[in-house]
């Protein structure tokens, strides 16, 4: 296996678990053991909280080979920076790599354990941060760092905070969280270069503008990790493209967790996600397929975003979605956001209410139709918005 995050650990667990008795390498270009993602945003910038995984290599019998980056593949063969490894099977897990600005200042990043201890230990009460994108991670750094007292802006080139994750009419109700944590929010402002001026550095943008900072943090989103595999005979497309098995262009080849674009049957597209959800539960169908199973992968995709105060949660998917409507009022403290077509509810968000959350998420994976004035009377369970 290329790819020693969770998913990639997973993967093995689970071949274990089913019965396989084969040998099983696993291989990762960071020097850690496995570790959880989720916590980096949140409490390892906040309590320095470590988050390892339980991985007894020694009795899931799994060779683990840490700090060795793969380099290229074929048909029979697995490339590191290392040697070769002959396989039978071999499983994609590498993940993705955050996306860097032009310009030769420093810029900072949130993507592993060692990036997250970095930022924990330059925090400070006074510190001029600036973190550039107002998605899922920019939200929460800005969370964590204003807890511990860093002057924080946070600059955005689209026209609100989360307006490419799920649009602007609903990233902007979030808004107003920034101000109330006393992080200055800058829409509409396009970053040139990341510049150093003598002993300042800061960001230029565009007309001519300049932002000092004492910290930049890169936050605009990450990439596929499969520049690797160019040339390699592996269909690329934003991603690995696999089928709803999971399976390559290459036989004997399989994808899994934030590299792997997936056939969803559900959504009637290919999708990739960067959700904690799918390193989780998509292993079990890779483990299953690899000893001679059918099963498919076609989730209801779930995320969660802990920011400001507040329990933000994601399921469904809303790319094809014809109408948006609102459960409660977004000025509100909780309420719903809700996505419909064809009559049926594809995606829901939540603030603040797990409950709808949850029923929502049935109620996406069952395809019924919904009552729509039924589904915005926040009175009125999720799941009684069905139409029977």
Not at 232 to 237: D, K, R
Not at 273 to 280: N, P, S, T
Not at 335 to 360: H, Y
Request: net charge negative; charged share 20%.
């Amino acid at each position: 296996m290329a790819g020693a995050g969770l998913a990639g650990l997973r993967t093995a667990s689970e071949l274990r678990e089913r019965g396989f008795t084969g040998q099983i390498t696993l291989i990762g270009a960071e020097t850690r053991p496995p570790y959880d993602r989720p916590p980096l945003s949140k409490k390892v910038l906040t309590d320095g909280v470590d988050p390892s995984l339980e991985a007894d290599f020694g009795a899931l019998d799994v060779d683990f080979r840490p700090g060795e980056a793969a380099t290229g593949m074929d048909a029979e063969t697995l490339a590191t920076d290392h040697g070769k490894y002959p396989y039978d099977r071999l499983i994609l897990a590498t993940g993705a790599v955050p996306v860097a600005l032009p310009g030769p200042g420093r810029q900072r990043f949130l993507r592993s354990y060692d990036d997250a201890l970095a930022l924990r230990a330059v925090f400070r009460a006074g510190l001029r941060l600036t973190i550039v994108g107002a998605g899922w991670i920019g939200a929460e750094l800005a969370t964590a760092a204003a807890a511990q007292g860093c002057e924080v802006t946070v600059v955005e080139a689209g026209p609100a905070p989360l307006a490419v994750a799920v649009g602007a009419p609903v990233g902007a109700q979030t808004s107003r969280w920034y101000a109330a944590a006393g992080v200055q929010l800058r829409t509409g402002v396009k970053v040139e270069s990341v510049e150093s001026a003598g002993s300042e550095q800061g960001l230029a943008v565009a007309g001519g503008g300049w932002i000092a900072a004492d910290e930049i943090v890169t936050a605009v989103g990450v990439r596929p990790a499969t520049g690797w595999l160019e040339g390699s005979g592996v269909w690329l497309e934003n991603g690995v493209a696999v089928d709803a098995g999971l399976r390559a262009s290459l036989p004997g080849v399989y994808a899994v967790g934030d590299c792997a674009a997936f056939e969803s049957r559900r959504f009637g597209r290919r999708l990739r996600f960067e959700h904690w959800d799918v390193a989780l539960h998509a292993p079990e169908v890779v483990a299953a397929n690899v000893l001679g199973g059918d099963d498919f992968y076609d989730p209801v995709p779930y995320f969660w975003s802990e920011q400001f105060g507040r329990m933000v949660q994601y399921a469904g998917y809303h790319g094809d979605a014809e109408q948006l409507v609102w459960r409660g009022d977004p000025a509100g403290p909780r309420w719903a956001a809700c996505w419909l077509a064809v009559g049926r509810l594809v995606a829901i968000l939540t603030v603040d209410r797990p409950r709808d959350l949850l029923q929502g998420r049935r109620v996406i994976a069952s395809a019924s139709p919904v009552d729509v004035g039924r589904l915005t009377d926040p009175a009125v369970p999720v799941k009684d918005a069905v139409v029977a």
